[in-house]
């Protein structure tokens, strides 16, 4: 079983920055794409940004210029950097990955997903 775990979330005000961490954990797991996906009250999830094992990215409209995803792909971990955040921003943010891993002579390929970190803005 692959695991992942988000952190970083709060409360900030308009203009303020937030980071945001995604940690995955477990065994004899390989990961291609890593992406953070976020839902806001009464609206569906939409995708923010994603970012390859080779490092290209892509990101939503609504945050270019503002949000960079990285990660590190030894350790296993993306991050999102937010600035400029605008009271709009306010969501849960969920980390995702496009996982493969081995079951004795099987090689399963799901996508994973964090239990999900809260972000606030204020005006």
């Known amino acids: 079983q692959v695991q992942l775990v988000e952190s970083g979330g709060g409360l900030v005000q308009a203009g303020g920055s937030l980071r945001l961490s995604c940690a995955a954990s477990?065994?004899?797991?390989?990961?291609?794409?890593m992406g953070w996906d976020r839902q806001a009250p009464g609206k569906q999830r939409e995708v923010v940004a994603d970012?390859?094992?080779?490092?290209?990215?892509n990101y939503a409209d609504s945050v270019k210029g503002r949000f960079t995803i990285s990660r590190d792909n030894a350790k296993n971990t993306a991050s999102l950097q937010m600035n400029s955040l605008k009271p709009e921003d306010t969501a849960v943010y969920y980390c995702?990955?496009?996982?493969?891993?081995?079951?004795?002579?099987?090689?399963?390929?799901?996508?994973?997903w964090g239990q999900g970190t809260q972000v606030t803005v204020s005006s």
């Open positions: 477990g065994s004899s797991f390989s990961i291609n794409r």
């Open positions: 970012i390859t094992s080779g490092g290209r990215t």
């Open positions: 995702n990955a496009d996982v493969s891993f081995r079951v004795t002579t099987t090689v399963h390929s799901l996508v994973s």
